[in-house]
């Protein structure tokens, strides 16, 4: 960790209904109050109401976990930044593996994503990771590079101040296989190495979160990275107690 202020967001996946939602956030707002890094909750949708409602006047902050390119128009069961803006959303997670793997998207509609999301005020949440079968080829860095380059392709420096990014390396996310502290650390300062090739000093200011089975036992060894700026949570973020533990890391 550095002096860019942490961000530790959870990622709902597809879990929680609105009732569920309720009594996970009421459980959790008390939990995380004297949190010093930024805390965000990306839930399904259909919560998001709910958890703006709930969350407001707290330290918690409200995302989704994908956002259309485009304004409005036919593109069924796509949400617009309008629309998650209206309801108070904050974040919008983009290019999730479990998105790219299983519906098709691509460091081009990533780029098309992250660019109408910050364009509209949203903060992008973008995701990269290797799988295991690029890891044991030794790509990881050439896999990185390639999402980095085309999932941010002609985004302006300036604007990476509503830029977040998650290294998710594929093979640790739901597994219970968490990358080592070493690994982590070489994967997310190869990204930023990659980010200042693109612009410049400014990537030191960017925040690079680590994501893939972080929870209360192993965050703080993460956090305690130079350049592991947060994190992005899944299975420890559905509950209170775990996800609390996890925003108040100590490093
Ligand atoms: P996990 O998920 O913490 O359950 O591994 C992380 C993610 O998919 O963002």
Redesign the pocket.
């Known amino acids: 960790m550095t002096n860019r202020k942490p961000i530790i967001a959870g990622?709902w996946?597809m879990n929680n209904t609105k009732e569920n939602a309720e009594k996970l956030l009421k459980e959790l707002i008390p939990l995380v109050a004297d949190a010093t890094a930024e805390v965000v909750v990306c839930v399904p949708y259909t919560a998001i109401e709910t958890a703006v409602k709930l969350t407001k006047g707290t330290n918690i902050a409200v995302g989704s976990q994908n956002v259309s390119w485009a304004d409005s128009g036919a593109f069924t069961g796509e949400i617009s930044a309008d629309m998650l803006l209206e309801l108070g959303a904050k974040y919008a997670i983009i290019g999730?593996?479990?998105r790219r793997t299983m519906f098709g998207e691509t460091d081009e509609t990533v780029n098309k994503r992250t660019k109408q999301a910050i364009a509209k005020g949203l903060i992008a949440i973008v995701c990269i990771g290797e799988t295991l079968a690029e890891r044991q080829g030794g790509i990881t860095e050439s896999v990185l590079k390639t999402q980095i380059l085309g999932g941010l392709k002609d985004i302006p420096a300036s604007d990476f101040d509503k830029i977040v990014i998650?290294y998710?390396p594929v093979w640790?996310?739901?597994?219970g296989l968490v990358a080592t502290d070493e690994q982590a650390e070489a994967a997310v300062a190869y990204t930023r190495r990659e980010l200042a090739a693109l612009i410049g000093k400014k990537a030191n200011e960017v925040c690079i979160q680590y994501?893939?089975?972080?929870n209360a036992s192993n965050v703080d060894g993460l956090m305690a990275q130079p350049n592991i700026d947060g994190g992005?949570?899944?299975?420890?973020s559905l509950k209170a107690v775990d996800f609390a533990r996890v925003v108040k890391f100590s490093a």
């Open positions: 990622n996946k999730h593996s479990e998650a998710e640790a996310i739901g597994t994501g893939g089975s972080m992005l949570i899944g299975g420890a």
